[in-house]
């Protein structure tokens, strides 16, 4: 049971590039989420989705788009990458079944730097 | 809407010392309410979590959080803190009527001194 993975733990890209960061869950969970870090300002809420093929927005979507094809992959693309985007990436997923109490399970991070 | 404070950017404790992270919180309805903890360079791991039921809950490493419903907070404790607990300490909030989405605090650097 590997959990969340995500690829590539670090990466290096010029200003317009485009880079799309892999995240892969094996625990059948339905929600999947993606945050950025940064220091002083916690965790921020990119994009989220509740199963494949539903996507949403979080608190900072632009920049970034996401899609769901597959309940195991959610990965988050860069279309055209600016300085502001150097961050810490973290890919967390949770179960949304019964209850609907289920803790965030997180990957290890991406960390990104944007030149 | 729902909010989290961490009042507190940093905690400095001794080694055997009691700890306390402060957590307060705000939503609409009964909360959920969640401590992850983040070691450098990794991800964050869940601690503990409050659904229903007692107020004191217990979870990994020793850890331990009081919920209080009057005051709205959440902080989480240990009797006697060890150098390995120095971390970054996040609190998060979900409204139980069906709400996907946390609310995550700052987060709070314990430092533990030997």
């Known amino acids: 049971n590997a959990g969340v993975t995500q690829t590539p733990k670090f990466q290096v890209l010029k200003t317009g590039q485009s880079m799309t960061l892999q995240c892969a869950q094996d625990?059948?969970?339905?929600?999947m989420s993606w945050y950025r870090q940064d220091p002083g300002m916690g965790l921020r809420l990119i994009h989220y989705?509740?199963?494949?093929?539903?996507?949403d927005q979080g608190e900072v979507p632009n920049g970034y788009n996401v899609s769901r094809s597959t309940t195991e992959d959610f990965p988050l693309r860069l279309l055209s990458a600016a300085p502001s985007q150097t961050s810490v990436y973290f890919c967390?997923?949770?179960?949304?079944?019964?209850?609907?109490?289920?803790?965030?399970?997180f990957g290890e991070g991406s960390r990104l730097t944007v030149l | 809407a729902q909010s989290v404070a961490q009042p507190e950017d940093q905690v400095n404790v001794a080694e055997g010392n009691p700890l306390t992270v402060k957590c307060t919180y705000s939503?609409?309805?009964?909360?959920?309410l969640f401590w992850y903890v983040q070691y450098p360079n990794r991800g964050l791991q869940f601690l503990l979590k409050?659904?229903?039921?007692?107020?004191l809950v217990k979870g990994s490493y020793g850890f331990e959080a009081e919920f209080n419903k009057s005051q709205t907070s959440f902080h989480l404790k240990k009797p006697s803190a060890l150098v390995s607990d120095s971390a970054l300490y996040f609190c998060?909030?979900?409204?139980?009527?069906?709400?996907?989405?946390?609310?995550f605090g700052r987060g709070t650097s314990l430092i533990v001194h030997p």
């Open positions: 967390a997923s949770r179960n949304v079944g019964g209850r609907n109490t289920g803790e965030l399970f």
């Open positions: 409050y659904i229903t039921g007692d107020n």
């Open positions: 939503v609409s309805g009964n909360p959920y």
């Open positions: 998060a909030v979900r409204a139980s009527g069906g709400s996907y989405i946390p609310t």
């Open positions: 989705s509740v199963g494949a093929g539903i996507t």
């Open positions: 625990m059948n969970h339905e929600y």
